[in-house]
């Protein structure tokens, strides 16, 4: 096992809209050390993200931006990915590590990986933040503080990549969640993509429907505002979103359908007993909805992990770690004498009995570890 991680230095940003523009301000915050370079076909947003101070340096194509840089972050849309990878492939300096924002993530990462040389590490994000407002001069430096962002690694992804790319996100005040890219698939069709349909459908129908009633957008009260405030996203993003993740969101529509149709056949036979406990059950879970809050670290756990020299290793105890709910605070990695060959794995979770669920995911991984409270009782 490598001694020394990869050191980040230099970082390239392709894309410099809200997302781009606010990682580049979210990175100089971590580290003032960091140099951003930034690249955009639009000429303005980069010379915005230069004289604005948020990118350091302005590259003329994509091979000037990614030469010297150890981490390459593409945050075009979801639907120029690929194209921005086929341009930079030749390009990139040995154990460059290369990242995306794409909110879908199996198909990408599965093409991703046959394109890019074996020496460089491509690992699969989605930060699940963003504003009604677009582009570079919306930029927000706390845009992805107390957001959800999530990185997709696979067997291939090597362990000390993943934990320079966890950390400096960790540091950001982002909760980072490592899961499988077809689990974040199917994750963000039901909780993402889903609302976005039902929200464009539901103005759809109220549009057509005006035809005949003159008043309905003149009435449409709270409730409809709320859940339709979506529909203003930007249409250009969506369909890209839709075509690209078709299978799950096709998926999420189904068992959608099923329940409304379900409600309907209820209330169509008048059975009131089922209506009330449907709406008792969803005001119940609604209310109940996590809610992110400071972290209480008498709930904080320490977790020890003896690991082999091999790849994979990170990635499989990250996603057994992540599958059961439980926040990774904090990666590192040392070696020890006791490890033949290997090293340990120091892990830090957060959360009511995180500690023992985290030990029970990872002992049925096939892993040692040592759990201890951070601050004792």
Not at 63 to 83: C, E
Request: aromatic letters at 6%; hydrophobic letters at 40%; proline letters at 3%.
């Amino acid at each position: 096992m490598n001694r020394k991680r990869n050191k980040i230095r230099n970082i390239s940003i392709i894309g410099l809209g809200l997302i781009g523009g606010s990682l580049a301000l979210s990175l100089k915050n971590v580290n003032k050390g960091f140099k951003v370079t930034g690249f955009d076909k639009i000429s303005d947003a980069m010379n915005i993200a230069k004289y604005g101070n948020i990118i350091d340096k302005i590259a003329v194509d994509y091979i000037d931006a990614v030469k010297d840089a150890d981490l390459i972050i593409i945050a075009t849309p979801i639907s120029k990915i690929i194209n921005v990878i086929n341009s930079i492939k030749d390009h990139l300096k040995d154990g460059a590590i290369v990242t995306d924002v794409g909110s879908a993530k199996e198909n990408i990462v599965n093409a991703i990986n046959k394109i890019l040389p074996g020496n460089v590490i491509f690992i699969g994000g989605h930060p699940m933040a963003g504003s009604e407002n677009e582009g570079i001069l919306n930029a927000n430096p706390d845009l992805f503080r107390n957001a959800f962002y999530i990185l997709t690694p696979t067997d291939n992804t090597k362990t000390e990549s993943l934990m320079e790319l966890h950390s400096i996100l960790n540091k950001m005040g982002s909760i980072v969640v490592t899961v499988t890219p077809k689990e974040h698939d199917m994750i963000v069709s039901l909780i993402s993509h889903l609302p976005h349909v039902l929200s464009t459908n539901l103005v759809k129908l109220i549009n057509d429907k005006q035809i005949e009633q003159k008043n309905l957008f003149k009435l449409c009260a709270g409730g409809f505002r709320d859940m339709t405030r979506i529909a203003a996203s930007n249409p250009k993003m969506w369909l890209d979103i839709s075509l690209e993740n078709k299978k799950e969101i096709i998926k999420a529509l189904d068992e959608y359908i099923s329940y409304l149709y379900k409600f309907r056949e209820n209330l169509k036979e008048n059975k009131s007993d089922y209506i009330k406990n449907h709406y008792i059950e969803a005001k119940k879970a609604r209310v109940n909805l996590p809610k992110f809050i400071e972290k209480d670290i008498s709930k904080l756990y320490e977790l020890m992990i003896s690991v082999p020299d091999r790849k994979g290793v990170l990635s499989e105890i990250t996603l057994a770690i992540s599958s059961c709910g439980i926040n990774i605070e904090d990666i590192s990695i040392f070696h020890s004498t006791e490890v033949s060959g290997g090293g340990i794995l120091k892990i830090l979770v957060q959360g009511e009995n995180a500690g023992e669920i985290a030990r029970n995911a990872i002992e049925s991984a096939g892993y040692e570890l040592r759990v201890k409270k951070v601050i004792s009782d």
